[in-house]
């Protein structure tokens, strides 16, 4: 996936404040701007991908360790679009949230992919009960075959 996505994929508050003053920025890069979950979500994306070094940093930091009440509301709004999904999984590293993001309606089959490689076997497990996606998306089947983590069992049933 090509980043930073269009800015015109992101919800009106979020392409707003990317336009908006820096100390705003700056402000919103600390997470401490007064948005809505999902527009500080994906503003944080926007932010990250500054070319302000300052900016990027504070946004990146800010990306990765988001609140759970923000991560929870941003994680189950469809208005998330799947690009900053992608370049969300690549900044965590917990677990649970990775599942959540691989779990939502507009993750990209090869964010997926890309985590279906490495992921552990919950997730593998997690990721293989999804028939429909790896219909859609055998790469994915392909990932989860040589990824050491994933159970026998499961790759047969998927291969079935």
């Not at 679009?81 to 939502?104: A, I, N, Q, W």
């Not at 028939?131 to 499961?154: D, F, G």
Request: a negative charge; one cysteine or more; proline letters at 7%.
């Amino acid at each position: 996936m090509q980043h930073p996505i269009d800015i015109q994929l992101l919800p009106e508050a979020s392409r707003k404040l990317l336009s908006g003053p820096a100390p705003l920025k700056m402000m919103a890069a600390r997470g401490m701007a007064p948005l809505p979950p999902v527009a500080l979500f994906c503003a944080l994306y926007g932010l990250a991908w500054s070319d302000d070094t300052a900016l990027r940093d504070a946004a990146a930091k800010s990306f990765a360790g988001l609140a759970d009440a923000v991560l929870n509301v941003a994680l189950s709004s469809p208005e998330v679009p799947g690009g900053v999904l992608d370049d969300f999984v690549t900044r965590v590293t917990k677990r649970e949230v990775v599942d959540r993001v691989v779990g939502h309606p507009n993750v990209l089959a090869e964010t997926v992919t890309r985590v279906a490689k490495n992921c552990a076997e919950i997730t593998a497990e997690l990721i293989a009960t999804n028939e429909q996606r790896l219909l859609a998306s055998p790469e994915i089947i392909e990932a989860l075959y040589l990824n050491k983590n994933t159970r026998m069992s499961t790759t047969d049933r998927m291969v079935e």
